[in-house]
């Protein structure tokens, strides 16, 4: 064999085996490749997944929040309008004319004094109120003794006694039936529905 014939087969030989490596190398760049693009889409998928949850969560929270802050608003908006409604009662109850409202004060006088009380009347009242004790014995309760103004009252009677101090007074008959009132109120502005 000629050295020529031994050349020309070393560099078949030689472009063989560098094409089998190159396209080895090839198959392995594919596979490769192909790994890298598979392994991206599982990460990709993991983060879009765990940043849908992220938003699903979030979106819970807030529609939470904003669910209390509507339950709050309701109820800080009903209780203005029952605060409003209760004292359009008392306001009510002292608009009433001067007759009307020595009877509804005598009334509640008589529900709560014995024999031996004394009636302290709110500056305010003291002309409106001045036939109290008279009106007191004609609806059947006891006789009581005016003791002079009771300053520190807006409007109504102070009721005393040893023992005891009762205010008749609008606010107070509206304090005192409150929760009543609160049910009443809120049955005619909510009807059934919750606040």
Avoid: C, W
């Amino acid at each position: 064999m000629a050295l020529a014939d031994i050349l020309e087969r070393i560099a078949a030989d030689a472009a063989a085996e560098a094409q089998s490596i190159s396209d080895e190398a090839g198959a392995q760049a594919d596979d490769l490749i192909a790994t890298a693009h598979a392994e991206t889409d599982a990460v990709v998928t993991r983060l879009v997944n765990a940043g849908v949850l992220e938003a699903q969560v979030e979106a819970k929270r807030r529609l939470a929040a904003a669910r209390l802050s509507l339950r709050d608003e309701r109820v800080a908006a009903s209780d203005a309008l029952i605060a409003e409604t209760l004292a359009g009662v008392e306001g009510a109850l002292v608009a009433l004319d001067d007759a009307a409202y020595l009877r509804f004060i005598a009334q509640r006088v008589v529900e709560v004094a014995t024999a031996g009380e004394h009636l302290s009347v709110a500056p305010a009242d003291a002309v409106r109120l001045s036939g109290l004790a008279a009106a007191v014995i004609e609806l059947g309760g006891p006789s009581l003794e005016d003791v002079g103004p009771a300053a520190d009252l807006a409007a109504g009677v102070l009721v005393l006694g040893d023992r005891m101090l009762v205010e008749v007074s609008p606010r107070a008959v509206v304090a005192e039936r409150r929760e009543e009132f609160v049910l009443r109120i809120s049955a005619m502005l909510f009807g059934g529905q919750s606040r």
